[in-house]
């Protein structure tokens, strides 16, 4: 009976363990103090929403805390607050939530667009990135931004406009980049036009666009309300970062590429993905549908659009999971079809896929927010405040660096014990300077060349893994 089961229902089975796997990995995270944008933008941004008030309109938030950000993430985490409490635990949770509903739609639209097995391989894949271990847990944009853009890309093609409106328009209303889909799609459907080879009227066309264009209309009322409101339409510090230069656009498309494809093992991906092609037109009895095809070469079509766009502005690592969420779909597909018929081969092809991504999971060897190294600045970082509260080095004259300074003097962060700050820090080096607190977080060549100057000496050094904060104390 048990075997009977577990066979007809293994992919729901190893799908459930592996949910099961990411809550208990994840759950020592969900109390830890905020960390990088976490800590000083999105945490604090929620809480005073919490605060204020749940809110979609641009003025929920000053400009200070949303960045310009359309405020759906905002609004979701806040309003969850106002049921379960005002606690990091709490929004820490509903990040969690968000990334086990990625996997489960991921395995989802697998199923839904080719097979079980392809869904069940896509989780996996994904499960295993250490840029998704690491964000499941923060208050950030990317992981519902992914799965958002996971539901839109299946309404599309599975022909649920309604939905697709719905998810497109959630989507553009959490970050603006949520807009390079809805391009995407809109170019697409010209492509598909074309290789449909069907005439369609100028009346179709328009009534067909204008479905596609919800989500713009959305967020171009959304951007109106925005400039009625602050007098801009996007947030003018965001504007200064963007890049025009050739030579400045180039060199980020490089590094857009080393960050999707080749950090943590991901040129593995690729290389199965391309052994997996040639087995295919080779070997394969059973070959993709039409609409298995579109899928295909859309994922193509949109990581290339992201790609180029990406490169106009800054540029962080966890901004490309939702590239990545899709990418892991088209290899897992790509995979399992090849091998359909050489079930011998099929086993073994995936168990290696999956060990090439699963011996970069799990390392601590980065300390920003895309691998669990996250963990280890956290910890020394807390410990080193907590250590200058036992000081009671509170009115003490403090230098630091910006991330440590936030969390000096904001208890929202996480870092303090309570809600007592330390008021006089400072960032340069003067004669009233008594201590230092310097971490190999924003190591700046200034900071590092205070590590050796005279006038201090090593108070007290805390360091876990690859991450280190030291205190220095003014010699007497």
Same mark, same amino acid.
């Given at each position: 009976?048990?075997?009977? /089961?577990?066979? &007809?229902?293994?992919?729901?089975?190893?799908?459930?363990?592996?949910?099961?796997?990411?809550?208990?990995?994840?759950?020592?995270?969900?109390?830890?103090?905020?960390?990088?944008?976490?800590?000083?933008?999105?945490?604090?941004? @929620?809480?005073?929403? *919490?605060?204020?008030?749940?809110?979609?309109?641009?003025?929920?938030?000053?400009?200070?805390?949303?960045?310009?950000?359309?405020?759906?993430?905002?609004?979701?985490?806040?309003?969850?607050?106002?049921?379960?409490?005002?606690?990091?635990?709490?929004?820490?949770?509903?990040?969690?939530?968000?990334?086990?509903?990625?996997?489960?739609?991921?395995?989802?639209?697998?199923?839904?667009?080719?097979?079980?097995?392809?869904?069940?391989?896509? #989780?996996?894949?994904? /499960?295993?990135?250490?840029?998704?271990?690491?964000?499941?847990?923060?208050?950030?944009?990317?992981?519902?931004?992914?799965?958002?853009?996971?539901?839109?890309?299946?309404?599309?093609?599975?022909?649920?406009? /309604?939905?697709?409106?719905?998810?497109?328009?959630?989507?553009?209303?959490?970050?603006?980049?949520?807009?390079?889909?809805?391009? #995407?799609?809109?170019?697409?459907?010209?492509?598909?036009?074309?290789?449909?080879?069907?005439?369609? !009227?100028?009346?179709?066309?328009?009534? &067909?666009?204008?479905?596609?264009?919800?989500? #713009?209309?959305?967020?171009?009322?959304?951007?109106?309300?925005? &400039?009625?409101?602050?007098?801009?339409?996007?947030?003018?510090?965001?504007?200064?970062?963007?890049?025009?230069?050739?030579? @400045?656009?180039?060199?980020?498309?490089?590094?857009?590429?080393?960050?999707?494809?080749? +950090?943590?093992?991901?040129?593995?991906?690729?290389?199965?993905?391309?052994?997996?092609?040639?087995?295919?037109? /080779?070997?394969?009895?059973?070959?993709?549908?039409?609409?298995?095809?579109?899928?295909?070469?859309?994922?193509?079509?949109?990581?290339?659009?992201?790609?180029?766009?990406?490169?106009?502005?800054?540029?962080?690592?966890?901004?490309?999971?939702?590239?990545?969420?899709?990418?892991?779909?088209?290899?897992?597909?790509?995979?399992?079809?090849?091998?359909?018929?050489? &079930?011998?081969?099929?086993?073994?092809?995936?168990? +290696?896929?999956?060990?090439?991504?699963?011996?970069?999971?799990?390392?601590?060897?980065?300390?920003?927010?895309? !691998?669990?190294?996250?963990?280890?600045?956290?910890?020394?970082?807390?410990?080193?405040?907590?250590?200058?509260?036992?000081?009671? #080095? *509170?009115?003490?004259?403090?230098?630091?660096h910006f991330l440590i300074n936030f969390n000096m003097q904001y208890p929202v962060a996480g870092y303090l014990s309570g809600d007592k700050i330390f008021d006089n820090t400072t960032g340069g080096f003067t004669e009233f300077v008594q201590l230092a607190v310097i971490s190999n977080v924003e190591l700046s060549p200034e900071l590092d060349s205070l590590r050796s100057n005279p006038q201090l000496e090593l108070l007290k050094r805390f360091e876990r893994g690859?991450?280190?904060?030291?205190?220095?104390?003014?010699?007497?």
């Amino acid at each position: 009976m048990m075997l009977e /089961f577990l066979k &007809k229902y293994y992919s729901q089975v190893v799908l459930l363990l592996v949910i099961f796997a990411l809550v208990i990995i994840k759950f020592p995270h969900l109390s830890l103090p905020y960390y990088g944008d976490e800590g000083f933008a999105f945490g604090p941004a @929620v809480h005073l929403m *919490y605060k204020t008030g749940p809110s979609l309109l641009p003025s929920g938030l000053d400009p200070e805390y949303s960045y310009g950000h359309p405020l759906l993430f905002h609004f979701l985490v806040s309003s969850w607050m106002k049921i379960f409490g005002p606690t990091i635990f709490v929004t820490k949770s509903f990040a969690l939530l968000i990334s086990v509903l990625l996997l489960i739609s991921l395995y989802l639209a697998g199923k839904s667009f080719f097979n079980a097995e392809t869904g069940l391989l896509a #989780a996996i894949l994904m /499960f295993l990135q250490p840029m998704f271990l690491a964000q499941s847990s923060f208050v950030l944009l990317e992981i519902f931004l992914s799965l958002l853009a996971l539901w839109t890309i299946w309404a599309f093609f599975k022909k649920r406009y /309604f939905w697709y409106a719905i998810f497109g328009s959630m989507l553009v209303m959490t970050k603006e980049s949520g807009l390079f889909l809805i391009f #995407a799609i809109c170019v697409w459907q010209i492509i598909d036009f074309i290789l449909e080879g069907k005439r369609i !009227s100028i009346i179709g066309f328009f009534k &067909k666009y204008a479905v596609i264009l919800i989500p #713009a209309f959305v967020f171009g009322g959304f951007l109106i309300i925005q &400039k009625m409101t602050w007098g801009w339409f996007f947030f003018p510090l965001r504007m200064k970062e963007t890049q025009l230069s050739p030579d @400045v656009i180039s060199h980020n498309l490089a590094i857009i590429r080393g960050i999707v494809f080749n +950090l943590d093992g991901r040129i593995w991906l690729l290389v199965g993905l391309l052994i997996s092609t040639i087995v295919y037109f /080779f070997v394969a009895r059973q070959k993709f549908s039409n609409l298995q095809w579109k899928i295909i070469w859309f994922v193509m079509l949109f990581t290339g659009i992201f790609w180029l766009a990406s490169a106009f502005n800054f540029i962080s690592n966890r901004y490309f999971l939702i590239i990545i969420s899709t990418m892991v779909l088209v290899v897992g597909a790509v995979l399992v079809q090849a091998f359909e018929a050489k &079930k011998r081969l099929f086993y073994p092809a995936a168990l +290696l896929l999956i060990f090439s991504q699963a011996i970069f999971a799990f390392h601590h060897d980065r300390n920003g927010d895309d !691998s669990l190294g996250f963990e280890d600045p956290i910890i020394v970082q807390r410990d080193a405040i907590r250590f200058l509260e036992e000081m009671d #080095a *509170y009115n003490t004259h403090i230098l630091t660096h910006f991330l440590i300074n936030f969390n000096m003097q904001y208890p929202v962060a996480g870092y303090l014990s309570g809600d007592k700050i330390f008021d006089n820090t400072t960032g340069g080096f003067t004669e009233f300077v008594q201590l230092a607190v310097i971490s190999n977080v924003e190591l700046s060549p200034e900071l590092d060349s205070l590590r050796s100057n005279p006038q201090l000496e090593l108070l007290k050094r805390f360091e876990r893994g690859n991450a280190w904060t030291e205190i220095y104390q003014r010699k007497k």
